[in-house]
């Protein structure tokens, strides 16, 4: 079941950190979920989710927490998520850049981004190793920039957990943070 993912059974700690950002009405993306991990983790804090991947062999488990899953081919010349619109977006270890800048544009106003993949020099510690899967320096920073996001965090930074990797990792919000509620974020 869970295949390529073993290892990535928890979730992520920078999702862990600021999932609280995430609205609680709407619905959240959780795009590339694999196993689900994300999901789960953020369907037992209450939100409601949309867990899409290719395998729905692997998604199919994620039906026992009360999340809807979809078999999606989220490389398809035409995005299969057009016209759907989101409290929050989590994306994780997953790059596909022809369809990169949909995704601000499908956060509703408040809504949150929280994204983490491998970065530029991840290749000296595996895979993957195409710079066509690695993260640019400041790309995701520019993504926010292009759409009007504001940047709550943002890191590239070297981890040694689980592996070692080179990470790009930024968690942004739609909108303005003005009147925004203050966060008590899990460190």
Same mark, same amino acid.
């Given at each position: 079941m869970i295949g390529s993912h073993i290892g990535l059974l928890d979730a992520s700690a920078w999702l862990k950190r600021f999932?609280?950002?995430?609205?609680?009405?709407?619905?959240?993306?959780? %795009?590339?979920?694999? &196993?689900?991990?994300?999901s789960i983790y953020l369907a037992k804090l209450g939100y409601s989710l949309l867990?899409?991947?290719?395998?729905?062999?692997? %998604? *199919?488990?994620?039906?026992?927490?009360s999340i809807e899953i979809a078999a999606l081919? *989220?490389? =398809?010349?035409?995005?299969?998520?057009?016209g759907r619109q989101f409290s929050g977006i989590v994306v994780s270890n997953y790059l596909y850049r022809p369809h990169l800048d949909l995704l601000p544009k499908m956060l509703l106003n408040g809504g949150v981004l929280i994204y983490e993949t491998f970065a530029l020099g991840n290749a000296a510690f595996g895979k993957? &190793?195409?710079?066509?899967?690695?993260?640019?320096?400041?790309?995701? %920073? =520019?993504?926010?920039?292009r759409h009007g996001?504001?940047? *709550?965090?943002?890191?590239?930074?070297y981890v040694d957990h689980p592996k070692p990797?080179?990470?790009?990792?930024?968690?942004?919000?739609?909108? &303005?943070?003005?009147?925004?509620?203050?966060l008590q974020f899990v460190a």
């Open positions: 999932a609280a950002a995430i609205p609680q009405d709407g619905l959240v993306l959780d %795009l590339a979920a694999g &196993s689900g991990r994300h867990a899409v991947d290719r395998d729905l062999d692997v %998604l *199919l488990p994620l039906e026992d927490y081919d *989220l490389e =398809a010349e035409e995005w299969p998520l057009q993957p &190793s195409n710079p066509h899967f690695l993260l640019n320096p400041g790309e995701l %920073l =520019a993504l926010a920039d996001l504001q940047v *709550l965090a943002y890191e590239d930074i990797a080179m990470i790009q990792r930024i968690c942004a919000v739609k909108g &303005s943070l003005k009147g925004r509620i203050p």
